[in-house]
C-alpha cells in the first residue's frame, strides 16, 4: 500500500484537524488488532452498548476514557497476586492477561452513559442525544387562509 505524507496540506488548512487525524488513523492501521473481542449492539433507536471480553480484569485494571469523540478503554494487569500464599507453577496459559488499549471513534453527540463489568464483560453503554437546533422539524403549510408576510401594525395618530 502506498503512504502519502498529508503535512504539506496541514500548513494550508484551518479547522480540518480531526479530519486529518482520521485519514492518518486510516492510513496507519493495516488490520486492527484482536485482542479482546468485543460486540457492538443497539439497545434502543438512539442507545447503544459495547461489550468487551475483559475476562480476568478487575474493575481496578480497567480505565474508560472519551476525549474528542474518541473512546479509549484500557486494561493493565498487576502481577498475579497468590491465591493461598502456596506457590503455582502454570502448566498452560490459555487466558490471555496481557495488557490491551482499545479505540472507538464516536460520532458527533454521542455521550457515554454508562460501563459495568458483569461476568467478566465490561459494558459501555452510549446514547445518542441531538441537541433541538438539529433534530428535524415539521413545518406547517399555511392554506388558503393563511396571510402573506408579516402583518404590519402601524400606531394610533396623536391628535
Request: no cysteine; proline share 6%; aromatic share 8%.
Amino acid at each position: 500500500m502506498r503512504q502519502y505524507d498529508l503535512s504539506p496540506l496541514y500548513r494550508s488548512t484551518i479547522g480540518f484537524d480531526r479530519l486529518f487525524g482520521m485519514l492518518d488513523q486510516a492510513a496507519g492501521l493495516e488490520a486492527a488488532p484482536g485482542y479482546p473481542p468485543y460486540d457492538i449492539e443497539r439497545t434502543g433507536e438512539d442507545a447503544y452498548r459495547i461489550s468487551i471480553a475483559v475476562a480476568g480484569f478487575a474493575e481496578k485494571d480497567l480505565f474508560v476514557e472519551t476525549k474528542d469523540n474518541t473512546l479509549t478503554v484500557r486494561g493493565s494487569r498487576g502481577a498475579q497476586a497468590e491465591g493461598d500464599g502456596r506457590p503455582t507453577e502454570v502448566l498452560y496459559r490459555g487466558i490471555a492477561s496481557r495488557a490491551f488499549e482499545r479505540r472507538f471513534q464516536l460520532a458527533d453527540h454521542v455521550q457515554v452513559v454508562s460501563a459495568g463489568l458483569e461476568n467478566g464483560l465490561l459494558h459501555i453503554d452510549l446514547v445518542r442525544e441531538l441537541p433541538e437546533a438539529r433534530k428535524p422539524r415539521q413545518i406547517p403549510i399555511g392554506g388558503a387562509k393563511a396571510e402573506s408576510g408579516p402583518q404590519v401594525v402601524s400606531a394610533p395618530k396623536a391628535a
